[in-house]
């Protein structure tokens, strides 16, 4: 796995941190925390944790999910792709047809209490290979430089209801603003 740094003004990537994923495993997925501190890594077999604020990111690898071996009509119940979702948790598919996600509840929680569940979320119908794919609404304008990656000319995301997001989650409708994954409304 290699982690860049990426300059929005430039484009240019810098100061690469390389880490080898021993496992044997041929694909996987990756999603970051809400706050960004932790990365998460979907290794068909494991899922690992990195602190992101570590001074050795490799050193702070731990391993918060082992496959259980769990099949369902001969489709093995492991990790795939991995994606935050609006609600702050991070869903995980598997690599086979599945009735379920994964979930990691509390994903900027340390270690074992970021409280990974292995098909903790049960889907109304087969899922096979995918796993929603949103793009980050919720980047904002980059301050204190002098360039903008965004075409805006809004100064202060923060304070400002620009984009209102629906989604519905386990039979809920989430209703969140564009800054900072607030909830404005549950129903």
């Not at 086979?96 to 903790?120: A, E, K, M, W």
Request: hydrophobic share 40%.
């Amino acid at each position: 796995m290699d982690i860049w740094d990426f300059d929005r003004c430039t484009g240019d990537f810098s100061n690469l941190v390389h880490i080898d994923i021993n496992d044997s495993a041929f694909a996987g997925g990756a999603a970051f925390s809400l706050t960004g501190r932790y990365l998460y890594l979907s290794s068909v077999n494991y899922i690992y944790q990195f602190d992101m604020a570590a001074t050795n990111i490799d050193s702070s690898r731990t391993v918060v999910g082992i496959y259980d071996n769990y099949a369902e009509q001969g489709f093995h119940q492991n990790f795939y792709l991995s994606a935050l979702a609006p609600d702050g948790k991070i869903y995980i598919n598997c690599c086979d047809g599945s009735r379920y996600f994964h979930v990691i509840n509390s994903p900027d929680s340390t270690g074992l209490s970021c409280d990974f569940i292995q098909r903790g979320l049960p889907l109304p119908r087969w899922n096979a290979f995918t796993i929603p794919n949103y793009p980050n609404y919720f980047l904002g304008a980059e301050g204190g430089t002098v360039c903008d990656s965004l075409p805006t000319n809004i100064t202060n995301i923060q304070n400002q209801l620009m984009i209102i997001l629906f989604f519905l989650i386990q039979q809920r409708l989430i209703c969140m603003s564009i800054s900072g994954m607030k909830k404005l409304n549950q129903h």
